[in-house]
């Protein structure tokens, strides 16, 4: 008998979230860089307002006195964070709690911690005791779906 999973991981909320996937052999490190990565580049992200690049020296002169957003303009950036959500079923669950752990002790981010079960569907291929008998063909394919603990970590800067 052999077994593939498949995870209904469904869609993202938007089209420019970004979504990890912990698994059990991922490295840590490598988490942590994707998803400060993510955070860096993404729409709320450090580098996404930041950049003066190709402007004339009077506009860069001039983004530098400009004052930071205070009000309504900081309630409207707060509104459009995204975050970066990491998400780990299973065993790889551990690893997933890790990451948030880490990062919660990062000031410049904001760590939510959600619970949820997903839908994995196995393929299962069960071989007949017969089956070398008959030239290797008795397969049997069945399909049986189960929930999976799941959960998920959202980080976006501050």
Known sequence: MSRTQTLN????????????????????????????????????????NASTKGLPLTAR??????????????????????ETLVRGTGRAIAKTLEVAAWFTMQADVA?????????????VVVDEDGAEEEGGFAEEHDTRARMVNCVEVGVCLR
Request: overall charge positive; cysteine-free.
């Open 61 to 82: 002169i001039a983004a530098l006195h400009v004052p930071p957003a205070s009000g309504a303009a900081a309630a409207a950036a707060a509104t459009d964070r995204q």
């Open 9 to 48: 991981r469904g869609a993202a909320v938007s089209p420019k979230q970004r979504i990890i996937y912990v698994g059990t052999h991922s490295p840590f490190m490598s988490i942590i860089s994707r998803v400060r990565k993510a955070l860096d580049n993404g729409p709320a992200g450090v580098h996404a």
């Open 111 to 123: 760590v939510s911690l959600r619970t949820m079960t997903l839908e994995a569907v196995d393929d």
